[in-house]
C-alpha cells in the first residue's frame, strides 16, 4: 500500500512536531540550573541583598512564559525579591497601654511606646543612640511608677514580710 506524494507530504511535518515537541522546553533545564545556582547561595548564606543573587534572578526570569516550570521560577522571583524588600519595624520592646492613660504609669507607658517605635523605625546609625538613651531612661522611669503605683484596693502595707517590706504591727 501506498501512499500518495500528497498525504506523505502532510504527514511527515505532523509527525515530526509530534516526535520533537516534549523536548522543546527548555524550562525545566533552566530552572534546574538555577535551583543549582540558588543552593549555592543559601547554603554559602548569602545576604538576598547581595548582588550575587542578580543572575539567578536573571536566569530564572529568562524561562519562556508558557513553559511548565515557569510557576516555579516565578515563585522563587517573589521569595528573593521579597526578602530584598525594605524589612518591617523591629518588634516593640513596651507593652500598649492598659487603660485611657488615667494614671502617671500609662502616661509613661505610652510615652516609652512611642520611644520603642521610633527606635524600632529608625536605621542603623548613630542617630539610634540617643532614642536607645532615652528609651532606657524611659523604661528606668516606668519600672520606679510601678514599684510605687498600687491598683485599686491595695495599700502601701499589704505586701506582707517580702525583702525590704516589713510586715505590718497591726494586720486589719
Known amino acids: 500500500m501506498r501512499m500518495p506524494p500528497r498525504r506523505l507530504s502532510?504527514?511527515?511535518p505532523l509527525a515530526l512536531c509530534l516526535l520533537?515537541?516534549?523536548?522543546?522546553?527548555?524550562?525545566?533545564d533552566q530552572l534546574r540550573d538555577a535551583e543549582k545556582r540558588y543552593r549555592e547561595l543559601i547554603?554559602?548564606?548569602?545576604?538576598?541583598?547581595?548582588?550575587?543573587?542578580?543572575?539567578?534572578?536573571a536566569a530564572?526570569?529568562?524561562i519562556d512564559k508558557d513553559s511548565k516550570a515557569r510557576p516555579a521560577a516565578d515563585q522563587r522571583i517573589?521569595?528573593?525579591?521579597?526578602?530584598?524588600?525594605?524589612?518591617?519595624?523591629?518588634?516593640?520592646?513596651?507593652?500598649?497601654s492598659t487603660g485611657p492613660g488615667t494614671t502617671e504609669a500609662d502616661a509613661k507607658r505610652a510615652a516609652c511606646e512611642a520611644l520603642a517605635i521610633r527606635l524600632g523605625q529608625a536605621p542603623e546609625g548613630p542617630e539610634r543612640e540617643?532614642?536607645?538613651a532615652a528609651l532606657d531612661t524611659c523604661h528606668n522611669e516606668l519600672?520606679?511608677?510601678?514599684?510605687?503605683?498600687?491598683?485599686?484596693?491595695?495599700?502601701?502595707?499589704?505586701?506582707g514580710?517580702?525583702?525590704?517590706?516589713?510586715?505590718?504591727?497591726?494586720?486589719?
Do not use: F, M, Q, Y
Open 78 to 96: 517573589a521569595a528573593i525579591r521579597g526578602l530584598r524588600g525594605r524589612l518591617p519595624p523591629r518588634p516593640l520592646a513596651t507593652p500598649g
Open 161 to 172: 514580710s517580702e525583702a525590704g517590706h516589713p510586715a505590718p504591727a497591726n494586720p486589719p
Open 43 to 57: 547554603d554559602r548564606r548569602v545576604s538576598p541583598l547581595d548582588p550575587a543573587w542578580d543572575p539567578v534572578i
Open 60 to 62: 530564572l526570569d529568562a
Open 20 to 28: 520533537l515537541s516534549p523536548g522543546c522546553d527548555k524550562g525545566p
Open 10 to 12: 502532510a504527514v511527515i
Open 130 to 132: 540617643p532614642l536607645r
Open 143 to 159: 519600672v520606679r511608677l510601678e514599684a510605687h503605683s498600687h491598683p485599686p484596693g491595695e495599700h502601701d502595707h499589704d505586701h
